[in-house]
């Protein structure tokens, strides 16, 4: 059996429960372990009178089956004294069910001013001054369930119920508001259309009906909804008789009547009545943002000149239905200017995590430097801004919920170096959309000039969660695809850390997108903090490669692709790996602390054949131990197999030059056939040796003994001291180490 659903510790607040409907449900809850508020005024149906014994009665039944209750004998007009009774009694409020009701019939005509208020007063107002006083409470403790009690009256109208209908689809409308509000406090709110034999139906059912339409048959979506483990926020349901079902809005093709540059008649209006009405093939919109966007849609139409389609029916049609690939490729975004000054180069260097810490850095930071340059990823950023103002909406054939949209690839392709200043304009255009079942993919392929001259193309690959299924191709040959790395270990690794401010700093480039600072926002997005922009990543793994093969030279840069696969937190360390295959450098970035992959697939291509920067500085007078480490290596292709069966770990060595750390390298003897590559371990090395470049030689040459060399702080070693003498064997014609 699965596990019974448990309110033990919640406090619930139900209003009107001294009948009917609301007394069901505090029993139901107070059975399930709720600390029950059971409000009641005890009045007649049409709001007159006043008794405690309503509620007293339901309190003392909950008692008596051994459940806990109080009894609160306010109106709800009075909301703060009903909550009051709650945090006096249990402390705290997590549920708020908005039941109390009464009715006061009429043909509209007859409708009084009082019948009107008094209606208003209690369902509206009431359900508002009850939730309002809860609502800080709520927040505060992240966590509230209300219900609304809406009803069928008021959803489909009812005769002689103006005052009721109204009120209650009042009610409705209160409910998506909070839902939205409240989203990210971990509030929900519901709305039910019960129907139940009660006192206040028993004038308009027959007897037969009042008493098989139970009370009991309501309670439990009212229960499920108002439990934790229950996602559901904003919805409305119809309920009764042991029956639920849930109801939502639809909305017609409709057809656009408006011609550009002419006016809107009503004839037009009629002449097209029934296409406005034709429910075939209806949209169902679940948020404003939906019922605006094909607005926005029709608006760009109209100005393109196709709202005026003879027959309006294709023109929407294709919209209203989510994605018609056939009507979207090709279009273009509007076009965009980008100015940039050497503020906004050493802006994104900063963002990507350069610091003048790092000597070779300062040509990216210091525009006074004389081989100031920007960073070739910077050519995401003027592409990126075409998107950021939000084109993609305008886009006939996509009508896409874009708060679902991941990153999902990049490309950039750069056809010269990007001048440190200018004004640069993008022309954005549609190059596919694909559909992936669970998505569709966007290509947009973004071509951005100085002038005349083409200086980078871009083609960023975007994935709309939910947005497939429309029947179209699952590949395409525009995409620009991503490429495994060898099945080799690296051959070189670069490790930086992100600070925790890396995202405030990187929006400033551009991506104002609030997921990566406001932790609300991350929160409704289902990250527990703020992330790294996926581009931010991107940046920072491209100068790693940059740095270790091209010697930061940017006129090296071609070209770099790269898929998103996980998001970073700022404050973590990225770990580029990388490869060497001719001109092109395989790599993917990792998080260090976890070792989750973030950038996969990913490459960049060189002009002309890398350099490798280990080489590079020996032959410019660097470290001795680099031929050492050479040796080693070619020990380790020769032997790796035996040695990993003997020694089985990993070894990790800090080389000191001027006092900074000025290589690092990884000795696997524990992974396949072993390993040697310049750069830290992606994991946790066994051990690992801190040394300065002189006194490693006089240890390798048998000059120093490794034990007097510990003893006098000159070598360090982290980790598994024990497993140093294993690495004699590799060593073993240099010395004892
Ligand atoms: P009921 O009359 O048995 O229960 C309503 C309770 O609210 C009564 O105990 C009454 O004393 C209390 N109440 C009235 N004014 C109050 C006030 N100002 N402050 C505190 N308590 C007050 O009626 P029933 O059928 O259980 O209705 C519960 C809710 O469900 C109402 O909001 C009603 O409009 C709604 N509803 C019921 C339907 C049904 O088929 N029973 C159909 C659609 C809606």
């Keep these: 059996m699965s596990v019974p659903l448990s309110f033990d510790g919640k406090v619930v607040l139900v209003t009107g429960a001294g009948g009917g409907l609301g007394r069901e449900y505090a029993l139901a809850f107070a059975e399930r372990g709720a600390l029950v508020v059971v409000n009641d005024l005890g009045g007649d149906i049409k ?11 339901v309190v003392e039944e909950i008692k008596a089956k051994g459940g806990k209750a109080v009894a609160n004998y306010d109106s709800v007009e009075n909301g703060e004294k009903l909550i009051q009774t709650a945090l006096d009694a249990f402390g705290r409020i997590d549920v708020v069910i908005n039941n109390a009701g009464i009715l006061r019939d009429r043909s509209f005509a007859r409708t009084s001013d009082m019948d009107w208020d008094l209606i208003h007063r209690v369902h509206l107002r009431g359900s508002f001054q009850v939730t309002r006083a809860a609502w800080n409470h709520m927040k505060n ?28 689809l009042g009610l409705l409308g209160l409910a998506n508001t909070l839902a939205i509000e409240g989203q990210k406090y971990n509030i929900h709110c519901n709305t039910i259309a019960p129907t139940a034999g009660s006192r206040l139906t028993e004038t308009v ?18 229960l499920w909804l108002c439990h934790e483990q229950c996602r559901e926020n904003g919805s409305l349901f119809e309920v009764g008789a042991g029956w639920i079902g849930k109801l939502r809005w639809e909305r017609t093709q409709g057809g656009i009547l408006r011609h550009k540059n002419q006016k809107m008649t009503p004839e037009a209006v009629r002449d097209n009545w029934d296409q406005i009405c034709d429910f075939s093939n209806a949209s169902k919109p679940a948020n404003i943002q939906e019922s605006l966007q094909s607005l926005v849609e029709v608006l760009s139409k109209v100005d393109a000149g196709d709202g005026a389609a003879p027959n309006p029916t294709s023109a929407m049609a294709s919209t209203t239905s989510g994605i018609n690939p056939g009507e979207a490729v090709g279009q273009q975004l509007p076009g965009m200017t980008f100015t940039y000054s050497h503020m906004q180069c ?3 260097a900063l963002g990507v995590g350069m610091s003048t810490k790092e000597p070779d850095h300062l040509k990216f930071l210091y525009e006074g430097h004389e081989d100031f340059s920007c960073l070739p990823t910077f050519g995401v950023i003027p592409a990126q801004a075409s998107m950021m103002e939000g084109g993609l909406s305008t886009v006939p054939g996509l009508n896409l919920d874009l708060t679902r949209l991941l990153h999902g690839e990049q490309y950039l392709e750069l056809f010269k170096p990007l001048p440190t200043s200018g004004t640069l304009t993008s022309r954005a255009t549609i190059a596919d959309v694909l559909d992936k079942g669970s998505g569709a993919v966007i290509l947009l392929d973004v071509h951005t000039y100085s002038g005349e001259e083409l200086l980078c193309y871009n083609q960023f690959s975007l994935f709309i969660v939910g947005a ?9 040959d525009k995409a620009k695809s991503t490429a495994d790395p060898p099945k080799r270990p690296p051959d070189a690794v670069m490790v930086d850390t992100t600070t925790s401010d890396q995202a405030a700093l990187y929006r400033l480039s551009g991506d104002w997108n609030p997921l990566h600072i406001d932790p609300n926002f991350a929160a409704m997005g ?63 970035c990792k998080v260090k602390e976890t070792g989750a992959v973030v950038l996969a697939g990913a490459y960049i291509d060189l002009h002309g054949a890398p350099v490798d920067s280990p080489s590079a500085s020996v032959e410019a007078g660097g470290l ?52 040697l590559h310049k750069g830290p371990y992606s994991g946790k090395a066994d051990v690992t040796f801190t040394v300065s470049d002189e006194d490693f030689m006089e240890v390798v040459l048998g000059k120093l003994n490794p034990q007097k060399a510990f003893f006098a702080g000159k070598l360090k070693i982290r980790g598994n001291i024990m497993l140093s003498q294993k690495l004699e064997t590799i060593l073993k014609d240099y010395a004892k180490l």
């Design 468 to 476: 497939g299924g429309f029947g179209g191709k699952r590949t395409s």
């Design 47 to 57: 709001g007159g009178g006043k008794s405690t014994s309503a509620a007293d009665k």
């Design 346 to 348: 050493i802006l994104y």
């Design 526 to 588: 289902g990250f527990k903090s703020p992330i790294l922009h996926g581009l931010c990543s991107f940046g920072f793994a491209a100068r790693h490669v940059l740095k270790q093969y091209a010697d930061n030279d940017v006129s090296r840069f071609k070209s770099i692709k790269v898929r998103f696969v996980k998001p970073v937190l700022p404050g973590q360390s990225l770990l580029t790996e990388m490869w060497k295959e001719g001109s092109r450098i395989h790599f993917q």
């Design 624 to 675: 001795q131990s680099e031929l050492v480490f050479a040796e080693i290596g070619r020990r380790i292709k020769d032997m790796g197999a035996e040695l990993v069966k003997k020694v089985n770990a990993i070894f990790g060595w800090e080389i000191i030059k001027e006092g900074k750390i000025a290589a690092q390298w990884t000795i696997d003897l524990k992974t396949g056939s072993g390993a």
């Design 141 to 168: 403790q992240k966590f509230g369930r209300i219900i609304m009690t809406s009803s069928a009256a008021g959803i489909y109208g009812n005769f002689g119920q103006a005052n009721y209908s109204a009120a209650k």
């Design 205 to 222: 059912m027959p007897p037969d009906l009042v008493a098989s339409l139970k009370a009991e048959y309501v309670a439990p979506l009212v």
